[in-house]
């Protein structure tokens, strides 16, 4: 069943498990998108005459 069924209703077991999935989403969001952005800053980084190598 997902909240937007009519027979949802909303107990405090729901409500405990929707928080903990939204907060853990949120944290893997947080994540990947630090490291997107830290990996496209890196590589913008780099002179041309580096290659690449370090």
Same mark, same amino acid.
């Given at each position: 069943?997902?909240?937007?069924?009519?027979?949802? !209703?909303? @107990? +405090? %077991?729901?409500? /405990?498990? +929707?928080?903990g =999935?939204?907060?853990? =989403? %949120?944290?893997?969001? !947080? *994540? =990947?998108?630090? !490291?997107? /952005?830290? %990996?496209?800053? @890196? +590589?913008? %980084?780099? @002179?041309?005459? @580096?290659? *690449?190598?370090h």
């Open positions: 069943m997902f909240p937007f069924c009519f027979e949802w !209703a909303w @107990d +405090m %077991s729901h409500m /405990v498990f +929707m928080g =999935l939204w907060y853990a =989403l %949120s944290i893997i969001g !947080a *994540g =990947l998108t630090f !490291a997107i /952005v830290k %990996s496209i800053m @890196d +590589m913008k %980084s780099h @002179d041309e005459k @580096d290659h *690449g190598h």
